[in-house]
């Protein structure tokens, strides 16, 4: 929703006026409550790179991560949780990697934009097998 549109609708059905800020605030906290923090999604990275391993033997899945980087006030926080930021994941799933070996000799590349939060690309490789059909072969999201 625009926030236009929450501050039209909480003046009509509560008869209170909210200001843009604070609009701004409550679909910020709808959206977290619907998709989940993004935060914690990060967090449960290695969890599910994890499980895609246990599910699928012999699959190849990378991280990448870069340190946490942030001023001396952070660090010297004891509370504070020091997180790695997410740069890259790599995925190969071993049925894919069998699959690709009989496809023929040239590969594709498909990617898209994520609109998301922090944005970033999705990226595919793509081979053709013998009934010209596109067969995925490995998965990298930047």
């Known amino acids: 929703m625009r926030l236009n549109d929450i501050m039209n609708k909480t003046k009509r059905k ?15 906290y709808a959206i977290d409550l619907v998709d989940g923090s993004f935060r914690d999604q990060y967090r449960k990275i290695y969890d599910y790179a994890h499980e895609l ?8 899945v990378r991280i990448a991560t870069q340190p946490f980087q942030g001023d001396e006030g952070d660090i010297e ?8 930021h997410f740069q890259r994941i790599y995925i190969c799933l071993k049925g894919c990697m069998e699959s690709f070996n009989s496809c023929r000799s040239t590969i594709g590349l498909d990617g898209c934009f994520l609109k998301g939060y922090y944005g970033g690309q999705l990226l595919t490789a793509i081979g053709t097998d013998p009934n010209d059909h596109n067969v995925p072969h490995c998965i990298c999201c930047c």
């Open 14 to 28: 509560r008869g209170i006026k909210i200001s843009k800020t604070k609009a701004y605030r409550a679909r910020s």
């Open 53 to 60: 391993r246990k599910s699928n033997p012999h699959s190849i």
């Open 77 to 84: 926080n004891p509370d504070r949780q020091l997180f790695p």
